[in-house]
């Protein structure tokens, strides 16, 4: 008996059929409404919210369980096609973007928060969970779960867990890497595997810290234990204004200097600020060329010391205004500023390209210098809104791409910002991912040894490339070129 006889008569195949054997084994398994396959669904989810396209999505599934994701990827297995894990697709590199027709999985129904263990300091949860949410229902005990991307109000625990994303407050916090103890995986091959574990000295190899970051390349997220984090004591927001950006830049790196971590540093240049100004009124002065936003935490005793000393800083920097938020009002006001900016310039042009990499600090201002320069050679507009703390740059391209050849010039300034900041000793990415977007560079990054073990790596997770293949490796390695991998369809969902 084949391996889909076998499947078949295991399932039973009561469902009525659609004359495509794959989407008939779908809907067997889950059900017919939690299998998509309309055009509108998969143009919609043959994208992500980056500027990358090429996506085409096969059959999109929504599983409910553990063990209907086992299903989808045993059944991935007997038709041999490949599978991409999907969030809510508010990812920047392209990570969810489908590429030859693979089985979506989307995870935006497994949304249940399973169990808060305030004894073991975690909370046990779905990962179509959005990040905003499980803060939410944390709050009232005390907690919240620190990893706060922009996105946080639409992003899920999935999501982040894949892409390791970072936020605001991940300075002094760190990232999603820190925040995760255990992640429940149904694997390639169909097994559920559990990595990493509640005890704080895991014995053996670190598969949890592989997991997080590996972009849906080694299986699918189906269960999180996520740290628990306390509530802050006390909270210091600071506004500062600067008649440089390199003023801002120069505060950033003196005050790590002087060995104040602060939670968040966070800095929006003046196009950006006028445009968040006029679309929420956060209070920001939008005659400087930059703003910073700096916000210390911990117990009363000393936060204000450590809020005076920054202001110190930035005063010595040349800031030409420093206030502290009055109160809770006004520092949610200010922060919601600073997470609605992306959305703010929607009032400028209708398309962006939120970038992501990583300088060293002390290069910030430099680096900066040559990005509006990168904008002016290609006459175009760029803004700059960054977690500046730690480097993390996020030049923002606003452009509208009915413009006529205007997409070219935004990849062609991509890549020279890439350029500029591997040049200054920088990194591809702080939190968004390689995805498509980056994957070429990765031999910029890492040598053909490096490469070749992070190949085998995914190879010994994945040997068939089934999941997400045709991302983060570059060409010449590991499941890089889908053209090549016998699972590629063609016709209806080529
Ligand atoms: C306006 C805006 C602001 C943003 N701000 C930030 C920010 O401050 N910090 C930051 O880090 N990012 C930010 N992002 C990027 C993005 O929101 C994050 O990367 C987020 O974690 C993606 O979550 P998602 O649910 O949308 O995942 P998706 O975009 O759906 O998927 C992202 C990747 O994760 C994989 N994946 C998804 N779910 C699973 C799963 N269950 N198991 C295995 N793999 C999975 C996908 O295959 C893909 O490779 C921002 C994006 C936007 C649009």
Request: with cysteine; glycine share 10%.
């Amino acid at each position: 008996m084949s391996l889909l006889d076998r499947f078949r008569d295991r399932v039973g195949s009561s469902a009525a059929t659609t004359g495509d054997p794959l989407v008939d084994d779908l809907r067997a398994a889950l059900s017919p409404e939690r299998v998509k396959t309309d055009g509108a669904q998969r143009s919609l989810l043959g994208k992500d919210a980056s500027v990358f396209d090429g996506g085409s999505a096969g059959p999109i599934c929504y599983p409910v369980s553990t063990a209907e994701v086992v299903e989808i990827m045993r059944i991935a297995q007997v038709h041999e096609r490949a599978v991409v894990p999907r969030g809510a697709g508010t990812g920047l590199a392209g990570g969810a973007i489908p590429l030859g027709a693979p089985i979506v999985v989307a995870v935006t129904k497994m949304t249940s928060i399973l169990e808060i263990d305030e004894a073991n300091g975690v909370a046990w949860v779905e990962p179509g969970v959005i990040n905003l949410d499980l803060t939410r229902q944390l709050t009232p005990l005390g907690y919240h779960f620190a990893p706060d991307p922009s996105s946080q109000q639409v992003c899920t625990i999935g999501g982040n867990v894949a892409n390791n994303s970072g936020g605001p407050h991940c300075l002094a916090y760190g990232v999603t890497n820190s925040h995760v103890a255990a992640i429940e995986v149904v694997s390639p091959a169909g097994e559920v595997i559990m990595l990493g574990g509640l005890d704080p000295e895991p014995d053996g190899y670190d598969l949890r810290g592989v997991f997080v970051g590996s972009e849906g390349t080694l299986g699918i997220a189906t269960k999180v234990a996520v740290r628990l984090t306390k509530n802050r004591p006390a909270v210091r927001t600071l506004l500062m204004s600067f008649a440089s950006v390199r003023d801002a830049a120069n505060t950033v790196s003196d005050v790590i200097a002087a060995g104040i971590v602060p939670a968040a540093m966070e800095v929006m240049d003046q196009r950006i600020t006028e445009a968040v100004e006029n679309y929420v009124g956060a209070g920001y002065p939008t005659d400087a060329a930059a703003v910073l936003l700096a916000e210390v935490d911990g117990p009363d005793e000393g936060i204000d010391i450590d809020a005076d000393r920054i202001a110190e800083i930035g005063r010595g920097n040349h800031a030409t205004m420093v206030r502290v938020a009055a109160d809770d009002t006004e520092r949610a006001l200010l922060w919601k500023g600073r997470k609605t900016a992306f959305g703010a310039v929607a009032q400028i042009a209708p398309d962006y390209y939120l970038h992501d990499t990583v300088v060293p600090r002390s290069a910030l201002a430099d680096v900066l210098d040559e990005i509006y320069a990168i904008a002016d050679r290609h006459d175009l507009l760029i803004m700059n809104v960054f977690h500046a703390g730690d480097g993390n740059l996020h030049p923002l391209i606003v452009f509208d791409g009915r413009d006529e050849g205007v997409l070219d010039r935004v990849h062609a300034a991509g890549g020279e910002i890439i350029e500029a900041s591997l040049a200054a000793g920088g990194v591809l990415s702080g939190e968004h991912g390689i995805g498509v977007e980056k994957q070429k560079y990765m031999d910029r990054l890492f040598s053909d040894a490096d490469l070749e073990h992070q190949n085998r790596l995914r190879r010994a997770f994945d040997p068939v490339c089934r999941a997400n293949p045709g991302k983060v490796l570059p060409m010449g390695h590991s499941c890089a070129d889908i053209q090549q991998l016998r699972s590629v369809p063609t016709g209806v969902w080529g």
